[in-house]
Protein backbone atom coordinates (compact mmCIF):
# COMPACT_ATOMS: atom_id res chain seq x y z
CA UNK A 1 0.00 0.00 0.00
CA UNK A 2 1.54 3.57 -0.73
CA UNK A 3 2.48 5.41 2.10
CA UNK A 4 4.31 8.56 0.75
CA UNK A 5 1.88 12.01 0.42
CA UNK A 6 1.66 13.18 -3.14
CA UNK A 7 3.83 16.20 -3.95
CA UNK A 8 2.95 19.81 -3.12
CA UNK A 9 3.15 21.86 0.06
CA UNK A 10 1.18 23.00 2.84
CA UNK A 11 2.07 26.61 2.61
CA UNK A 12 2.22 28.90 5.88
CA UNK A 13 0.55 27.80 9.63
CA UNK A 14 -3.36 28.10 9.65
CA UNK A 15 -3.48 29.83 5.99
CA UNK A 16 -1.87 27.26 4.31
CA UNK A 17 -2.20 28.21 0.55
CA UNK A 18 -5.20 30.40 0.65
CA UNK A 19 -3.32 33.55 -0.47
CA UNK A 20 -1.59 31.81 -3.64
CA UNK A 21 -5.74 30.80 -4.28
CA UNK A 22 -6.72 34.10 -3.65
CA UNK A 23 -4.18 35.28 -6.11
CA UNK A 24 -5.28 32.89 -8.56
CA UNK A 25 -8.68 33.86 -8.36
CA UNK A 26 -8.27 37.98 -8.57
CA UNK A 27 -5.96 37.06 -11.78
CA UNK A 28 -9.21 35.54 -13.20
CA UNK A 29 -7.77 32.21 -13.87
CA UNK A 30 -8.00 29.82 -10.90
CA UNK A 31 -6.34 26.84 -12.46
CA UNK A 32 -3.33 29.03 -12.34
CA UNK A 33 -2.99 27.71 -8.91
CA UNK A 34 -2.87 24.27 -10.70
CA UNK A 35 -0.40 25.51 -13.20
CA UNK A 36 1.99 26.48 -10.42
CA UNK A 37 1.81 23.48 -9.03
CA UNK A 38 2.38 20.85 -12.41
CA UNK A 39 5.52 23.60 -13.16
CA UNK A 40 7.13 22.68 -9.56
CA UNK A 41 5.73 19.05 -9.16
CA UNK A 42 5.43 17.67 -12.68
CA UNK A 43 2.23 16.68 -14.35
CA UNK A 44 1.16 13.99 -11.77
CA UNK A 45 -2.53 14.69 -11.29
CA UNK A 46 -2.23 14.54 -7.62
CA UNK A 47 -1.08 16.95 -4.89
CA UNK A 48 -1.04 17.58 -1.38
CA UNK A 49 -2.19 21.96 -0.03
CA UNK A 50 -3.47 23.67 2.51
CA UNK A 51 -6.70 25.21 2.07
CA UNK A 52 -9.68 26.55 3.57
CA UNK A 53 -8.01 25.43 7.06
CA UNK A 54 -7.76 21.56 6.24
CA UNK A 55 -4.90 19.69 4.77
CA UNK A 56 -6.09 18.94 1.36
CA UNK A 57 -5.52 16.65 -1.63
CA UNK A 58 -6.22 17.94 -5.09
CA UNK A 59 -6.74 16.23 -8.28
CA UNK A 60 -7.33 16.86 -11.18
CA UNK A 61 -6.77 13.65 -13.98
CA UNK A 62 -10.12 12.32 -15.18
CA UNK A 63 -9.83 9.31 -13.66
CA UNK A 64 -9.20 9.90 -10.50
CA UNK A 65 -12.09 12.65 -10.22
CA UNK A 66 -14.59 9.95 -11.45
CA UNK A 67 -12.97 7.76 -8.17
CA UNK A 68 -12.71 9.94 -5.65
CA UNK A 69 -17.02 11.08 -6.47
CA UNK A 70 -18.40 7.58 -7.52
CA UNK A 71 -16.65 5.99 -4.60
CA UNK A 72 -18.76 6.33 -1.29
CA UNK A 73 -16.90 3.99 0.33
CA UNK A 74 -13.72 5.41 0.64
CA UNK A 75 -14.78 9.18 -0.01
CA UNK A 76 -17.38 11.59 1.44
CA UNK A 77 -18.88 14.81 1.31
CA UNK A 78 -16.29 16.98 2.81
CA UNK A 79 -16.86 20.77 2.34
CA UNK A 80 -15.56 23.81 4.31
CA UNK A 81 -17.10 23.99 8.13
CA UNK A 82 -18.80 27.00 6.69
CA UNK A 83 -20.80 25.17 4.54
CA UNK A 84 -22.15 22.99 6.80
CA UNK A 85 -22.98 25.38 9.18
CA UNK A 86 -24.84 27.87 7.11
CA UNK A 87 -26.90 25.72 4.48
CA UNK A 88 -28.55 24.02 7.83
CA UNK A 89 -28.92 20.61 9.72
CA UNK A 90 -31.34 18.78 7.10
CA UNK A 91 -29.59 19.96 3.81
CA UNK A 92 -28.30 17.39 1.60
CA UNK A 93 -24.23 18.64 2.94
CA UNK A 94 -24.92 17.73 6.19
CA UNK A 95 -27.22 14.10 6.48
CA UNK A 96 -26.19 10.78 6.64
CA UNK A 97 -25.30 8.64 3.71
CA UNK A 98 -28.90 6.83 4.29
CA UNK A 99 -30.57 10.07 5.21
CA UNK A 100 -29.21 11.69 1.64
CA UNK A 101 -30.05 8.37 0.02
CA UNK A 102 -33.74 8.73 1.36
CA UNK A 103 -33.91 12.59 0.66
CA UNK A 104 -32.37 12.05 -3.22
CA UNK A 105 -35.36 9.18 -3.72
CA UNK A 106 -37.78 11.99 -2.31
CA UNK A 107 -36.93 14.97 -4.00
CA UNK A 108 -35.73 13.26 -7.50
CA UNK A 109 -39.25 13.82 -9.45
CA UNK A 110 -39.95 17.31 -7.90
CA UNK A 111 -36.76 18.32 -9.34
CA UNK A 112 -35.77 16.49 -12.00
CA UNK A 113 -38.77 14.95 -13.48
CA UNK A 114 -40.44 14.85 -16.55
CA UNK A 115 -43.78 16.17 -15.29
CA UNK A 116 -41.87 18.45 -12.94
CA UNK A 117 -39.58 20.15 -15.73
CA UNK A 118 -43.00 20.60 -17.56
CA UNK A 119 -44.92 22.25 -15.29
CA UNK A 120 -41.64 24.81 -14.58
CA UNK A 121 -41.61 25.66 -18.71
CA UNK A 122 -43.82 28.49 -18.16
CA UNK A 123 -42.78 29.85 -14.99
CA UNK A 124 -39.17 30.14 -16.55
CA UNK A 125 -40.34 31.67 -19.95
CA UNK A 126 -42.72 34.44 -18.02
CA UNK A 127 -39.21 35.25 -15.63
CA UNK A 128 -36.96 35.33 -18.47
CA UNK A 129 -39.01 37.09 -20.86
CA UNK A 130 -39.74 39.62 -18.44
CA UNK A 131 -36.05 40.04 -17.80
CA UNK A 132 -35.06 40.27 -21.41
CA UNK A 133 -38.01 42.61 -22.22
CA UNK A 134 -36.91 45.00 -19.25
CA UNK A 135 -33.23 45.19 -20.31
CA UNK A 136 -34.41 46.18 -23.55
CA UNK A 137 -36.53 48.91 -22.58
CA UNK A 138 -33.63 50.47 -20.76
CA UNK A 139 -32.28 52.35 -23.51
CA UNK A 140 -28.83 52.48 -21.70
CA UNK A 141 -25.75 50.45 -20.56
CA UNK A 142 -26.30 47.93 -17.89
CA UNK A 143 -24.25 45.88 -15.76
CA UNK A 144 -25.30 42.13 -17.38
CA UNK A 145 -23.75 40.13 -14.36
CA UNK A 146 -25.58 42.25 -11.87
CA UNK A 147 -29.05 41.94 -13.84
CA UNK A 148 -28.85 38.33 -14.82
CA UNK A 149 -28.08 37.69 -11.09
CA UNK A 150 -31.37 39.27 -10.32
CA UNK A 151 -32.94 37.70 -13.31
CA UNK A 152 -31.72 33.78 -12.59
CA UNK A 153 -33.18 34.54 -8.96
CA UNK A 154 -36.34 35.85 -9.96
CA UNK A 155 -36.39 32.80 -11.91
CA UNK A 156 -35.47 30.45 -9.05
CA UNK A 157 -38.27 32.21 -6.73
CA UNK A 158 -40.56 31.68 -9.58
CA UNK A 159 -40.12 27.95 -10.11
CA UNK A 160 -39.87 27.43 -6.33
CA UNK A 161 -42.74 29.12 -4.79
CA UNK A 162 -44.48 31.30 -8.21
CA UNK A 163 -48.25 30.70 -6.56
CA UNK A 164 -47.26 32.60 -3.55
CA UNK A 165 -46.53 36.15 -3.13
CA UNK A 166 -43.08 35.75 -4.37
CA UNK A 167 -42.06 39.35 -4.87
CA UNK A 168 -41.47 39.29 -0.94
CA UNK A 169 -38.78 36.80 -1.09
CA UNK A 170 -37.18 38.30 -3.81
CA UNK A 171 -36.41 41.69 -2.54
CA UNK A 172 -34.28 39.53 -0.30
CA UNK A 173 -31.69 39.41 -2.84
CA UNK A 174 -28.69 41.01 -1.51
CA UNK A 175 -30.11 39.20 1.49
CA UNK A 176 -29.19 35.79 -0.28
CA UNK A 177 -25.69 37.06 -1.99
CA UNK A 178 -24.37 38.06 1.56
CA UNK A 179 -25.50 34.09 2.00
CA UNK A 180 -24.02 33.16 -0.76
CA UNK A 181 -20.45 34.86 0.07
CA UNK A 182 -20.14 32.69 3.20
CA UNK A 183 -20.68 29.74 2.31
CA UNK A 184 -17.15 29.04 1.43
CA UNK A 185 -15.68 30.97 3.94
CA UNK A 186 -13.63 31.74 6.91
CA UNK A 187 -15.50 30.36 10.30
CA UNK A 188 -15.31 33.60 11.99
CA UNK A 189 -18.17 35.05 13.56
CA UNK A 190 -17.58 38.53 14.49
CA UNK A 191 -19.18 41.56 12.53
CA UNK A 192 -17.72 42.77 9.48
CA UNK A 193 -17.01 38.78 8.17
CA UNK A 194 -18.34 37.06 5.25
CA UNK A 195 -19.26 34.27 7.45
CA UNK A 196 -20.89 36.69 10.52
CA UNK A 197 -23.14 38.38 7.83
CA UNK A 198 -23.86 34.74 6.33
CA UNK A 199 -25.77 33.21 9.43
CA UNK A 200 -27.33 36.34 10.08
CA UNK A 201 -28.90 35.87 6.59
CA UNK A 202 -29.34 32.57 6.80
CA UNK A 203 -31.85 33.84 9.99
CA UNK A 204 -34.00 35.89 8.16
CA UNK A 205 -34.59 33.98 5.22
CA UNK A 206 -35.33 31.10 7.05
CA UNK A 207 -38.15 33.18 8.64
CA UNK A 208 -38.96 34.19 5.02
CA UNK A 209 -39.43 30.88 3.84
CA UNK A 210 -41.14 29.25 6.54
CA UNK A 211 -43.75 31.90 6.34
CA UNK A 212 -43.54 30.79 2.85
CA UNK A 213 -44.92 27.15 3.92
CA UNK A 214 -47.19 28.82 6.68
CA UNK A 215 -49.39 30.01 3.41
CA UNK A 216 -48.70 27.11 1.42
CA UNK A 217 -50.01 24.82 4.12
CA UNK A 218 -53.31 27.19 4.62
CA UNK A 219 -54.22 27.46 0.79
CA UNK A 220 -53.75 23.29 0.45
CA UNK A 221 -56.28 23.26 3.33
CA UNK A 222 -58.64 25.42 1.90
CA UNK A 223 -58.73 24.83 -2.23
CA UNK A 224 -57.74 21.88 -4.42
CA UNK A 225 -55.24 23.26 -6.34
CA UNK A 226 -54.73 22.06 -10.11
CA UNK A 227 -51.62 20.65 -10.67
CA UNK A 228 -50.57 22.34 -13.19
CA UNK A 229 -49.78 25.50 -10.93
CA UNK A 230 -48.10 23.86 -8.52
CA UNK A 231 -44.40 24.88 -8.41
CA UNK A 232 -41.91 22.99 -6.26
CA UNK A 233 -42.59 23.73 -2.53
CA UNK A 234 -45.75 22.35 -3.21
CA UNK A 235 -44.57 18.79 -4.67
CA UNK A 236 -41.82 18.63 -1.88
CA UNK A 237 -44.53 19.50 0.88
CA UNK A 238 -46.39 16.55 -0.84
CA UNK A 239 -44.14 13.69 -1.07
CA UNK A 240 -43.78 10.74 0.85
CA UNK A 241 -41.31 8.17 1.60
CA UNK A 242 -42.79 3.88 1.01
CA UNK A 243 -43.99 5.10 4.71
CA UNK A 244 -45.80 7.57 4.54
CA UNK A 245 -43.60 10.11 5.94
CA UNK A 246 -43.23 13.45 4.72
CA UNK A 247 -40.61 15.62 4.86
CA UNK A 248 -40.20 17.89 7.70
CA UNK A 249 -40.60 21.89 7.03
CA UNK A 250 -36.69 22.19 8.07
CA UNK A 251 -35.89 19.62 5.26
CA UNK A 252 -37.99 21.60 2.97
CA UNK A 253 -36.50 24.83 3.52
CA UNK A 254 -32.49 24.02 4.16
CA UNK A 255 -33.09 21.89 0.91
CA UNK A 256 -34.66 25.11 -0.48
CA UNK A 257 -31.98 27.31 0.32
CA UNK A 258 -29.31 24.51 -1.00
CA UNK A 259 -30.90 24.81 -4.37
CA UNK A 260 -31.18 28.27 -4.36
CA UNK A 261 -27.51 28.52 -3.62
CA UNK A 262 -26.49 26.11 -6.15
CA UNK A 263 -28.66 27.49 -9.29
CA UNK A 264 -28.25 31.19 -8.69
CA UNK A 265 -25.19 32.61 -9.48
CA UNK A 266 -23.59 29.69 -11.19
CA UNK A 267 -26.87 29.60 -13.76
CA UNK A 268 -26.15 33.35 -13.86
CA UNK A 269 -22.69 33.43 -15.05
CA UNK A 270 -22.86 30.31 -17.07
CA UNK A 271 -26.02 32.09 -19.11
CA UNK A 272 -24.09 35.30 -19.54
CA UNK A 273 -20.90 34.05 -21.02
CA UNK A 274 -23.24 32.32 -23.47
CA UNK A 275 -24.88 35.04 -24.56
CA UNK A 276 -21.69 37.19 -25.13
CA UNK A 277 -19.63 34.09 -27.00
CA UNK A 278 -22.45 33.74 -29.03
CA UNK A 279 -22.66 37.67 -30.05
CA UNK A 280 -18.89 37.51 -30.45
CA UNK A 281 -18.99 34.55 -33.02
CA UNK A 282 -21.82 35.44 -35.24
CA UNK A 283 -21.53 32.26 -37.14
CA UNK A 284 -22.54 29.78 -34.04
CA UNK A 285 -25.32 32.42 -33.08
CA UNK A 286 -27.17 32.15 -36.65
CA UNK A 287 -26.77 28.91 -36.55
CA UNK A 288 -28.01 28.41 -32.91
CA UNK A 289 -30.95 30.83 -34.30
CA UNK A 290 -32.03 28.42 -37.69
CA UNK A 291 -32.57 25.62 -35.20
CA UNK A 292 -34.51 27.75 -32.99
CA UNK A 293 -36.32 29.40 -35.86
CA UNK A 294 -37.06 25.68 -37.18
CA UNK A 295 -38.81 24.46 -33.90
CA UNK A 296 -40.85 27.50 -33.77
CA UNK A 297 -42.25 26.92 -37.38
CA UNK A 298 -43.20 23.33 -36.36
CA UNK A 299 -44.87 24.33 -33.70
CA UNK A 300 -48.75 23.57 -33.82
CA UNK A 301 -50.83 27.18 -34.13
CA UNK A 302 -52.73 26.60 -30.96
CA UNK A 303 -49.43 25.90 -29.19
CA UNK A 304 -48.22 29.07 -26.75
CA UNK A 305 -44.79 28.95 -25.42
CA UNK A 306 -42.21 26.01 -25.57
CA UNK A 307 -43.19 22.42 -24.03
CA UNK A 308 -40.33 20.06 -23.30
CA UNK A 309 -40.48 17.75 -26.20
CA UNK A 310 -39.06 20.88 -28.30
CA UNK A 311 -35.87 21.77 -25.78
CA UNK A 312 -35.30 18.21 -26.07
CA UNK A 313 -35.21 19.02 -30.08
CA UNK A 314 -32.73 21.70 -29.42
CA UNK A 315 -29.62 19.76 -29.78
CA UNK A 316 -27.32 22.49 -31.22
CA UNK A 317 -28.25 24.83 -28.05
CA UNK A 318 -27.36 21.98 -26.14
CA UNK A 319 -24.01 21.93 -27.26
CA UNK A 320 -24.05 25.59 -26.34
CA UNK A 321 -24.84 25.12 -22.76
CA UNK A 322 -22.24 21.95 -22.37
CA UNK A 323 -19.11 24.17 -23.94
CA UNK A 324 -20.11 27.07 -21.12
CA UNK A 325 -20.69 24.27 -18.69
CA UNK A 326 -17.10 23.23 -19.57
CA UNK A 327 -15.67 27.12 -19.65
CA UNK A 328 -16.90 28.07 -16.79
CA UNK A 329 -17.25 25.04 -14.66
CA UNK A 330 -17.28 25.79 -10.32
CA UNK A 331 -13.71 25.71 -8.94
CA UNK A 332 -13.99 22.53 -6.73
CA UNK A 333 -15.82 19.44 -5.61
CA UNK A 334 -14.98 19.15 -2.01
CA UNK A 335 -14.76 15.69 -0.69
CA UNK A 336 -13.05 13.55 2.32
CA UNK A 337 -11.05 10.44 2.54
CA UNK A 338 -12.50 7.97 5.36
CA UNK A 339 -10.05 5.62 5.49
CA UNK A 340 -6.76 5.71 4.19
CA UNK A 341 -6.61 5.21 0.52
CA UNK A 342 -4.05 4.54 -1.77
CA UNK A 343 -4.29 6.53 -5.20
CA UNK A 344 -2.00 6.89 -8.31
CA UNK A 345 0.93 5.96 -6.44
CA UNK A 346 0.34 8.54 -3.38
CA UNK A 347 -1.48 7.52 -0.07
CA UNK A 348 -4.72 10.17 0.59
CA UNK A 349 -4.82 9.78 4.76
CA UNK A 350 -7.95 9.44 6.58
CA UNK A 351 -9.79 12.84 7.49
CA UNK A 352 -7.73 14.73 4.62
CA UNK A 353 -10.09 16.77 2.52
CA UNK A 354 -10.04 15.72 -1.29
CA UNK A 355 -10.08 18.93 -3.81
CA UNK A 356 -12.46 17.52 -7.03
CA UNK A 357 -10.45 20.63 -9.35
CA UNK A 358 -13.27 20.38 -12.27
CA UNK A 359 -11.38 23.82 -14.02
CA UNK A 360 -8.59 21.62 -14.44
CA UNK A 361 -9.66 18.64 -16.15
CA UNK A 362 -12.54 20.89 -18.50
CA UNK A 363 -9.40 22.98 -19.76
CA UNK A 364 -7.00 20.03 -20.31
CA UNK A 365 -5.49 20.08 -24.14
CA UNK A 366 -5.44 16.69 -23.70
CA UNK A 367 -9.10 16.17 -23.72
CA UNK A 368 -10.33 19.22 -25.14
CA UNK A 369 -8.33 20.54 -28.70
CA UNK A 370 -7.95 24.39 -28.00
CA UNK A 371 -9.87 24.28 -24.44
CA UNK A 372 -9.72 28.55 -24.18
CA UNK A 373 -11.41 28.72 -27.61
CA UNK A 374 -15.67 28.60 -27.52
CA UNK A 375 -16.77 25.42 -29.89
CA UNK A 376 -19.62 24.02 -29.29
CA UNK A 377 -18.93 21.58 -32.56
CA UNK A 378 -16.63 19.68 -30.29
CA UNK A 379 -19.34 17.69 -29.04
CA UNK A 380 -20.39 16.51 -32.17
CA UNK A 381 -17.22 13.57 -32.23
CA UNK A 382 -15.19 13.85 -28.70
CA UNK A 383 -14.86 11.07 -26.88
CA UNK A 384 -14.18 12.07 -23.00
CA UNK A 385 -12.74 9.84 -20.41
CA UNK A 386 -14.87 9.20 -17.72
CA UNK A 387 -14.46 11.90 -14.87
CA UNK A 388 -13.45 15.00 -18.09
CA UNK A 389 -16.95 16.60 -17.91
CA UNK A 390 -18.04 16.88 -14.47
CA UNK A 391 -19.74 20.53 -14.22
CA UNK A 392 -22.73 18.90 -11.68
CA UNK A 393 -20.09 16.04 -10.16
CA UNK A 394 -20.74 12.38 -10.62
CA UNK A 395 -22.14 9.20 -8.74
CA UNK A 396 -24.57 9.84 -6.17
CA UNK A 397 -23.73 12.71 -5.03
CA UNK A 398 -24.67 14.11 -8.62
CA UNK A 399 -26.31 17.73 -8.53
CA UNK A 400 -29.63 16.85 -7.90
CA UNK A 401 -31.32 20.27 -9.88
CA UNK A 402 -28.86 19.38 -12.73
CA UNK A 403 -31.42 19.07 -15.45
CA UNK A 404 -33.52 22.03 -14.08
CA UNK A 405 -30.38 24.19 -14.34
CA UNK A 406 -29.72 23.00 -18.10
CA UNK A 407 -33.65 24.08 -18.21
CA UNK A 408 -33.05 27.83 -17.26
CA UNK A 409 -30.28 28.44 -19.66
CA UNK A 410 -31.41 26.51 -22.86
CA UNK A 411 -34.69 29.05 -22.37
CA UNK A 412 -32.93 31.94 -21.61
CA UNK A 413 -31.18 31.52 -24.52
CA UNK A 414 -33.89 30.32 -26.84
CA UNK A 415 -35.49 33.76 -26.58
CA UNK A 416 -31.80 35.73 -26.74
CA UNK A 417 -31.42 34.06 -29.80
CA UNK A 418 -34.35 34.70 -31.57
CA UNK A 419 -35.28 38.36 -30.37
CA UNK A 420 -32.69 40.09 -29.24
CA UNK A 421 -28.99 41.83 -30.11
CA UNK A 422 -25.99 42.46 -27.29
CA UNK A 423 -23.39 45.05 -27.62
CA UNK A 424 -20.54 44.84 -25.34
CA UNK A 425 -18.97 48.37 -23.94
CA UNK A 426 -15.41 47.25 -22.72
CA UNK A 427 -14.48 43.76 -24.60
CA UNK A 428 -11.11 44.24 -22.75
CA UNK A 429 -12.36 44.43 -19.38
CA UNK A 430 -10.41 42.21 -17.22
CA UNK A 431 -11.58 39.25 -15.19
CA UNK A 432 -12.14 38.30 -11.55
CA UNK A 433 -13.01 34.84 -10.54
CA UNK A 434 -15.64 34.81 -7.47
CA UNK A 435 -18.38 32.07 -7.72
CA UNK A 436 -17.24 32.23 -11.57
CA UNK A 437 -15.24 34.16 -14.09
CA UNK A 438 -16.85 37.83 -13.81
CA UNK A 439 -15.76 41.03 -15.78
CA UNK A 440 -14.43 43.88 -13.51
CA UNK A 441 -17.20 46.21 -15.04
CA UNK A 442 -19.49 43.70 -14.12
CA UNK A 443 -20.03 43.57 -18.05
CA UNK A 444 -21.32 46.57 -19.48
CA UNK A 445 -23.49 46.05 -22.04
CA UNK A 446 -26.46 47.27 -24.20
CA UNK A 447 -29.77 44.71 -24.98
CA UNK A 448 -31.85 45.71 -27.89
CA UNK A 449 -34.50 43.69 -29.15
CA UNK A 450 -35.06 42.48 -32.94
CA UNK A 451 -38.25 43.82 -34.83
Not at 187 to 199: E, Q, R, S
Amino acid sequence: MACTLPPGDLGLPFIGNMLSLFTSLRSGDPNSFIQSLVSRYGKTGIYKTHLFGCPSIIVCRPELCRRVLTNDELFKLGYPKSTYLISGRKSLHNVTSAEHARLRRLISAPINGHESLSMYIPLIEEAVVNSLDEWASMQQPFQLYTEMKTATFKVMAHIFMGSVNNSTFWTKEDLFGDYMKGIVSMVINLPGFAFHKALQARKELVKVLQSVLNEKRVIMTKSNQPKAKKDMIDLLMEVEDEDGQKLEDEHVVDLLLTFLAAGFNGSAITTLWAMLHLTEHPEILEKAKQEQDEIIKRRPATQKGLNLKEIKQMNYLAKVVDEMLRMTNILSIFREAKVDVPMHGYNIPKGWKVLVWTGAVHMDSETYENPKDFNPLRWDNIKTKAGAFIPFGAGSKLCPGSSLAKLVMTIFLHYFVLNYELKRLNPDAPIRYTHGPVHEDKCLVELYKIS
